[in-house]
């Protein structure tokens, strides 16, 4: 009896943790997924907080640079009609040049033909 009891006592805790390590095996692999889809899950939901913060990031974005294509097309209206107007006042001022350097010229001729005909 004595071998039999031995047997008996290094047979059963073996035998139970063999069939604790079958039986086990499957419920731990289970809750090791389980736990990885609720964390997969987590991870999900914080890109998905991250997704629809760059959203509306991005919707901003897209009104502010439409805010400054509209200002700057309305910059360069302005400047394309301040080109305009200098250029009216560059003609202007070619043509009172032109009119000023003919009145010089005919001053000269006026004051002298007085001169000469001061002079006789």
């Given amino acids: 009896m004595d071998l039999l009891e031995i047997l008996e006592k290094l ?4 035998a139970t943790a063999v069939g604790g390590y079958f039986v086990g095996k499957p419920k731990e692999q289970a ?5 990885n889809v609720e ?11 991250y997704s629809n913060r760059l959203a509306k990031d ?4 897209r ?24 250029a009216d006042l560059q003609k202007k001022y ?9 009145l ?4 000269k001729q006026i004051k002298k033909a007085k001169l000469s005909t001061g002079n006789e």
């Avoid at 809750?31 to 736990?35: D, F, G, N, R, S």
């Avoid at 070619?94 to 003919?102: A, E, G, P, S, V």
């Fill in 63 to 86: 009104a502010i640079i439409e805010d400054l294509n509209e200002a700057l097309r309305l910059a360069n209206d302005e400047r394309m009609a301040c080109i305009r107007t200098l």
């Fill in 31 to 35: 809750q090791v997924e389980a736990t």
């Fill in 39 to 49: 964390n997969a899950g987590k991870v999900i939901e914080k890109w998905e907080g």
């Fill in 58 to 61: 991005i919707e901003q974005l």
């Fill in 104 to 107: 010089q010229m005919e001053l």
């Fill in 11 to 14: 047979i059963i805790p073996v």
């Fill in 94 to 102: 070619d043509d009172l040049m032109i009119l000023y350097n003919k």
